[in-house]
């Protein structure tokens, strides 16, 4: 087969999380009221804000906006995790990040599978935060085999997705036919199912144990469990959620709201309870599935992530028990020690920052000026801030914590195991620090390059 025939995975990525919010929000109609709350406060956002969105218009970041987002999924066995890193490979994701969750009382570690070279970012850069549940957390050793015996019944993944992922990988891509079939069967991995598999004893069983070990044990297969548009203002959507009729988690995660945003801010409206049909003609409820919204900032260094985990630990008691605006000034006056300016943020090498050359620099013929800073004086250079893509272990405890009623346990701490999670993976997942690394190295190497050439 000739590889003209091929359909670039960025394509084939950007048709499946369109697929996959079209099918969110039929499933959870409160998810497209927050879409449209979403819609709304962004296109306020830039009306009032006309620096904002040249600034966005001129970093690409305008024509992702609409189709930006992040979903969530919990998988119990490592077969499973290993063909789905299959699977999101057939649509250009990888594993990036490892995040270990026992800390925060969850017994799960978990990776993001997310396009990684700037093409596929700026196109579509959908993310599947997957979690893998940690069984031998559990410490009841009756439980922990009934929890795995019901998980090696179930195969998660329909005949036809499994067909194409290897026809992907042995013809290197997919043909356009074949990817829209690909998206349709890779879908039906993530829907929900209102029957469960096991009888209502059981899923109390587990459910006493830990939340969240009752929602990845007793389906049939890893349902999404939330999908995050990204805003331009999460404070104003979190205090429009309530009048738009949906329940907000009571804090926003994350940093304050900053003149230069950082990492990544985050909050949702609380798990539905959903009639579900258990084993033995009993009906029950499950609440696993809620939405979230994100706003993304800079992607800090591992100098401003260290500051950020700093200033975040130091803000812990005094936040403690606050109610969100309570909490937010007090985390800003922890924060007010991070530096909030660009210039500041760069020479101080506590984030990333992408070079660009002004339309002076590429005409430019002056001497043989190797200092970023004096050519960014100069005007020839730009610099522009690279947007953190990923995940925050802290806020992501907060977000499960919140769709898990609280539950909380602290006997999974201290159990960060990243050598088992590559293990069930079947490969290791990329340092994040070095990607957003590799991004500024490589854009001041060119720079430079074009620069020396110009005046040499
Ligand atoms: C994942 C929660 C983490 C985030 O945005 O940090 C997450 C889950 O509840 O399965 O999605
Ligand atoms: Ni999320």
Redesign the pocket.
Known sequence: MSTTSLVSPDDIRDRFSKAMSAMYQAEVPQYETLLKLVEEVNRETLERDSALAERLAAHDELNRLGVER?G???VGTAEELAMLRRLFAVMGMHPVGYYDLSEAGVPVH?TAFRPIDDAGLSRNPFRV?T?LLRLELIESPTLRERAAAILAERDIFTAGARELIALSESQGGLSDEQADRFVAEALETFRWHRNATVDLDTYEALHAEHRLIADVVCFRGPHI??L?PRTLDIDEVQKRMPAAGMNAKDIIEGPPRRHCPILLR?TSFKALEEPTHFKGERQGTHTARFG?I?QRGVALTGKGRALYDRLLGASREKTQGLANEAHQQALAEVFAEFPDDEATLRREELAFFEYRLTDAGRAADAGHETNLDALIAQGLVTARPITYED??PV??AG??QS?LGGAQNDAYAGHANREAFEAALGASVTDELALYAEREAASKEKVLKRLDRATA
Do not use: C, M
């Open positions: 992040h969530a999924i919990r978990s935060f979690s469990n939330h995050t985050q979230e994100e995940f925050l806020s992501a977000i499960f769709n």
